[in-house]
T-cell receptor, first 113, second 113 residues
Framework: GDSVTQMEGPVTLSEEAFLTINCTYT??????LFWYVQYPGEGLQLLLK?????DKGSNKGFEATYRKETTSFHLEKGSVQVSDSAVYFC????????????FGGGTRVLVKP | DTAVSQTPKYLVTQMGNDKSIKCEQN?????MYWYKQDSKKFLKIMFS???????INETVPNRFSPKSPDKAHLNLHINSLELGDSAVYFC????????????FGPGTRLTVL
């Protein structure tokens, strides 16, 4: 079945550091890929998405590129802020599996001033 | 003006009780979902409804019964609550069953004592 694997956290960084969260997936066909963010005490918010190979999703300084050859969708941000502290979820949607999102285990990121 | 709302936000109850969680979306979406997030932050879909019709039903105990009185509402009723049901339950919606973007509610934290 479909699955998403992302690096375990927590990831602790200083402000203005570079952030990378690795995400790889297994799916049939050509899934759409997503990054969701969950701030403390809140629900999930869509951060960015990519629907086909080589697409780059970007939002709020975050970027991720859909790499079909490595089945990866790593999230990056060049300079993090304290307000980026959250749990980040990589997810995929494979049309063959209905419209359900399959999530990775989440990566907690803590940015210190 | 909340897009996807859930009630209650917190629910504490005894084992064996029956409880319901309500979800409403005002986005005019056709498809709604329930996800369960366990204590390790792992997120998994439970159900999905499209135009009040069940389209995704993952391996969930029969004690869980979703009900969709109309397109804007998807309630989750849980019978005979067990300790393992303790989790955060998220409702989500999307424009259609093939739509990429799902919008999540703030979650309901259920604690079974």
């Amino acid at each position: 079945g479909d699955s998403v694997t992302q690096m375990e956290g927590p990831v602790t960084l200083s402000e203005e550091a570079f952030l990378t969260i690795n995400c790889t997936y297994t799916a049939t066909g050509y899934p759409s890929l997503f990054w969701y963010v969950q701030y403390p005490g809140e629900g999930l918010q869509l951060l960015l998405k990519a629907t086909k190979a080589d697409d780059k999703g970007s939002n709020k300084g975050f970027e991720a590129t859909y790499r079909k050859e490595t089945t990866s969708f790593h999230l990056e941000k060049g300079s993090v802020q304290v307000s980026d502290s959250a749990v980040y979820f990589c997810a995929l949607r494979a049309e063959a599996a209905g419209n359900k999102l399959t999530f990775g285990g989440g990566t907690r990121v803590l940015v210190k001033p | 003006d909340t897009a996807v709302s859930q009630t209650p936000k917190y629910l504490v109850t005894q084992m064996g009780n029956d409880k319901s969680i309500k979800c409403e979306q005002n986005l005019g979406h056709d498809t709604m979902y329930w996800y369960k997030q366990d204590s390790k932050k792992f997120l998994k879909i439970m159900f999905s409804y499209n135009n009040k019709e069940l389209i995704i039903n993952e391996t969930v105990p029969n004690r869980f019964s979703p009900k969709s009185p109309d397109k804007a509402h998807l309630n989750l009723h849980i019978n005979s609550l067990e300790l393992g049901d303790s989790a955060v339950y998220f409702c989500a919606s999307s424009r259609g069953s093939r739509s990429d973007t799902q919008y999540f509610g703030p979650g309901t934290r259920l604690t079974v004592l």
